[in-house]
């Protein structure tokens, strides 16, 4: 299976894990059964989040350090950079 093709299923279970979880609040089920769906879309996000990163290290990042353009080296590094800081807060 394609990498953007396993986003895109993930990305889709997200989305109905949220509705199931919009659902359980509504009908105001335990809160812990909520919470373990949050954590099961969180956990399907960081998926998602990381099969973005390979792909874009394995792509537009190899790619950029193939041409020895320095300028163009370090923004990438910086928004590597800035979307780990993101990661971390």
């Known amino acids: ?9 993930n990305l889709r279970k997200v989305r109905s894990l949220v509705e199931r979880i919009e659902r359980m609040l509504e009908e105001d089920e335990y809160c ?10 969180i956990g399907l996000l960081r998926s998602v989040h990381k099969g973005l990163m390979i792909r874009h290290l394995k792509t ?5 350090a193939k ?6 080296q370090e923004e990438l590094i910086g928004e590597i950079l800035k979307v780990i800081d993101l990661y971390n807060k």
């Open 60 to 64: 537009c990042f190899v790619e950029a």
């Open 67 to 72: 041409t020895g353009d320095k300028k163009k």
């Open 32 to 41: 812990p059964k909520i919470m373990q769906q949050v954590l099961a879309s």
């Open 1 to 9: 299976m394609e990498d953007r093709e396993r986003l895109a299923i």
